[in-house]
């Protein structure tokens, strides 16, 4: 049975009673629950304001298509104008992964009346993801990696020369824990000072800073909403994923979380506690930004980690 029919199958199991760590609640009670603790984190973090643009980071995953039908909830709950929403996806060029997504996500933008832009990263960096994982091996890199860099590098560009005041993503608590591992083992506090519902040190009029409503939802509870509502969504991972630092760090949380509940929410609200005190020393240490010598996008160095492997790859 493929990935997707297994889902198929799996959905209508969720018609019944859902079960959570504090309880039974039936489909229609667990919706309200879920899109509650949604917008309870939009108003205590004040993720973004009525009359800010805003765009959501879409993939036509279950994280993405979750977090852009409640934004979208959310302005019609509270009366914010629509046409201050906008979606945009990134076609990484994965074949076996991207294009059936993108497929159901245009159908779901289309059905919810959002504008989609899609972004294509061959047109942006004359290769793609799948053209170039061999040589991505081959130079000591893993295909994930050289995916988010160009993937953060398209999608900061693009909302911002869209008039996006935020970017909203749909990383849930799960991702937000492994992320936190992971810097800590790699000592990397500078980018450990960019994590918390509203990402990023300060405001930067090249950045537009990353949002995350799904920050206190867990990975199992956004899957169970995406299934209640009975959307067509692919929820495999990408074939690529396999090969990354953080598959193995999400095992190692997924097998501690098995065998100790409550890890992962453990992780993150003792990290929000120590927060403000990493983000301070951090903005201490912060250099100028620069501008890329080649693109003239926002960088650390004279020439952007977007640009520097695009060099690698095709020069």
């Not at 120590?274 to 020439?303: F, R, S, T, W, Y």
Request: proline share 3%; hydrophobic share 35%.
């Amino acid at each position: 049975m493929g990935c997707n029919e297994n889902n198929k199958e799996c959905t209508n199991n969720y018609n019944k009673k859902i079960v959570l760590q504090h309880g039974k609640l039936t489909p229609q009670e667990f919706l309200q629950y879920f899109e509650t603790k949604v917008f309870k984190t939009i108003k205590k973090y004040k993720l973004f304001e009525r009359n800010e643009k805003i765009c959501v980071a879409a993939s036509g995953g279950k994280d993405s298509t979750a977090v852009l039908h409640l934004t979208k909830r959310y302005y019609e709950r509270y009366n914010i104008p629509l046409e201050n929403l906008f979606a945009i996806a990134i076609d990484e060029g994965i074949e076996r992964h991207r294009n059936e997504s993108l497929k159901n996500l245009k159908q779901f933008c289309k059905a919810e009346n959002i504008k989609l832009i899609i972004v294509n990263v061959k047109d942006n960096f004359k290769t793609n993801i799948d053209e170039s994982a061999e040589k991505i091996r081959k130079i000591g890199r893993k295909p994930c990696m050289v995916c988010g860099i160009w993937r953060r590098y398209l999608l900061n560009k693009y909302a911002r020369e869209n008039g996006a005041k935020k970017l909203i993503t749909g990383h849930n608590l799960d991702d937000e824990a492994q992320a936190i591992m992971m810097n800590q083992f790699k000592a990397n506090v500078s980018l450990t000072a960019s994590l918390g519902p509203i990402s990023g040190k300060k405001d930067h009029k090249m950045f537009v800073r990353r949002i995350k409503p799904l920050y206190f939802c867990t990975n199992d509870e956004v899957e169970i909403y995406c299934k209640v509502k009975g959307w067509e969504l692919d929820f495999c991972d990408c074939l690529y994923s396999q090969e990354g630092y953080r598959s193995q760090i999400k095992q190692m949380l997924n097998e501690f979380e098995e065998k100790y509940p409550g890890t992962k929410h453990g992780i993150v609200k003792s990290f929000l506690e120590i927060l403000p005190l990493i983000k301070e020393k951090a903005n201490q240490d912060i250099g100028k930004i620069k501008e890329c010598e080649i693109c003239k996008e926002p960088a650390n160095k004279n020439v952007c980690n977007a640009c520097k492997l695009q060099k690698e790859l095709l020069g």
